[in-house]
């Protein structure tokens, strides 16, 4: 049974730094691709970063803010937060499939495995 285990989330003040973690052994041991998304209060859940094939791709608000990555043991997909915004604060949660990253990377449809949710407090 895939499942996805978050950590790393809390508060901080704007400007700062934060590193989500998901363990994923299970998911990440083939091929595979990953995701953060985020849901803000009252806002609809949106995709942040996404991991696949070897690309890193971006949701604009967070380009040259975050950075998505997982270790070379393929067991923990991480988001290194910087320069972090009150506008940050939400639930972030990560995401995963087995297989290609598709086209539409941000499509909450193309994952299967979710993890709970860790949350994120920006306070300016």
């Known amino acids: 049974q895939v499942q996805l285990v978050e950590s790393g989330g809390g508060s901080v003040q704007a400007g700062g730094s934060l590193i989500l973690s998901c363990a994923a052994q299970?998911?990440?041991?083939?091929?595979?691709?990953m995701a953060w998304f985020r849901r803000a209060p009252g806002k609809e859940r949106e995709g942040v970063a996404a991991l696949g094939d070897g690309k890193a791709k971006y949701a604009d608000s967070v380009k040259g803010r975050f950075t998505i990555s997982e270790d070379t043991a393929k067991t923990t997909l991480f988001l290194q937060m910087n320069s972090l915004e009150p506008e940050d604060t939400a639930t972030y949660y990560c995401?995963?499939?087995?297989?290609?990253?598709?086209?539409?990377?941000?499509?909450?449809?193309?994952?299967?495995?979710w993890g709970q949710g860790t949350q994120v407090t920006v306070s300016s």
């Open positions: 299970r998911l990440m041991a083939s091929p595979h691709y």
């Open positions: 995401a995963g499939d087995r297989g290609w990253l598709p086209a539409f990377f941000f499509g909450e449809d193309n994952y299967n495995y």
